[in-house]
């Protein structure tokens, strides 16, 4: 599913030197797969025209895999929102995915705002499915945007908290108690993000995918050192999930990791990165900012706009 090309999402690809033969072999591989489709799409000439069209969907789906998900129903995870910048000219240059947990709050990762231009006139469009089609969306404009002070220094807390200029309509989701992650087994990641282990297209649409939790400190004693080091995540602050091909991407940064629990659907976690080991950009797991642990900073944020989150 994680940014356009913008703010370097979810990811540390943009800034690695071109390697010339590992962009070949990736293009190749791309080439293959079109032939497979187009190979078998021509075997079936024979078919009824309506059974042929149904089969060329199918298969350009399985082309366009979208790291495992699924594009959202219409109507679905209103809250979940993408976050750009409205220019003079009316136009928008779309990067990173938010969601609303408050009227007035979007909760984001902060390396998506962590360069001052990147914080002027922010726009979050709720209640949207596709960035080439916002007619029914709901457009905010940001007030002010703030960064978690320790994620410059540090590269962790990747949360940042966005204050609206005016109350949204799309009604917010809840954050999940500590209580209710610990208890959690999967999570569902949602976001406008790349749809591509390599992570060269899709952004814009916004898809779903449900991953394993594969590391997550339930209790003071659990020993996740290992896990840390081999992966390069903090296990007091973030969670792993996903892996397999079924992954959050580049552009879903910030983007909600929802869990299921007792009182309905909440937002436990933020996309923020893959692993260190990573091979491929995404698909192979991803590192997810705790909401929990970091919710002195989002109620100060809260505070200082007269917001008081519940």
């Known amino acids: 599913m994680s940014a356009n090309g913008k703010c370097g999402c979810r990811g540390r690809a943009e800034n690695e030197a071109f390697d010339a033969k590992l962009a070949y072999q990736r293009l190749a591989k791309k080439f293959t797969e079109l032939t497979g489709v187009v190979t078998t799409y021509m ?12 089969n060329a969907e199918r298969m350009a789906r399985v082309l366009e895999r979208i790291v495992g998900g699924t594009p959202v129903e219409q109507g679905d995870f209103p809250e979940c929102c993408v976050i750009g910048q409205r220019f003079s000219n009316g136009t928008f240059n779309w990067f990173c995915t938010g969601v609303l947990v408050h009227p007035r709050v979007v909760l984001t990762a902060a390396h998506c705002h962590s360069e001052p231009q990147n914080q002027i006139n922010i726009v979050v469009a709720l209640n949207a499915e596709d960035i080439d089609n916002l007619g029914n ?4 404009r940001a007030k002010r945007v703030r960064i978690h002070p320790n994620f410059l220094s540090t590269g962790f807390n990747d949360i940042g908290v966005i204050i609206l200029a005016n109350s949204a309509s799309t009604p917010p989701v809840r954050i999940a108690r500590t209580s209710e992650l610990a208890h959690a087994q999967s999570t569902r990641l949602v976001g406008f993000g790349n749809d591509d282990i390599f992570s060269t297209r899709g952004f814009g649409l916004k898809r779903e995918v449900e991953v394993p939790i594969t590391n997550l400190r339930r209790d003071d004693d659990d020993d996740l050192d290992d896990a840390e080091g081999e992966l390069g995540f903090e296990s007091d602050l973030e969670f792993t999930a996903g892996g397999n091909g079924f992954d959050s991407c580049n552009g879903d940064s910030g983007g ?33 900012t705790r909401i929990d642990v970091n919710m002195d900073f989002v109620q100060q944020v809260a505070s200082s706009a007269d917001i008081v989150l519940p």
Not at 43 to 54: I, K, P, T
Request: proline share 6%; net charge positive.
């Open 43 to 54: 075997s079936q000439a024979g078919l009824e025209r309506d059974a042929r069209a149904r």
């Open 137 to 140: 969306a709901e457009i905010v």
């Open 256 to 288: 909600p990791a929802y869990i299921l629990t007792g009182n309905g659907r909440k937002v436990a976690g933020l996309t923020s990165r893959p692993f260190t080991t990573f091979t491929n950009p995404c698909g192979e797991g991803g590192i997810y």
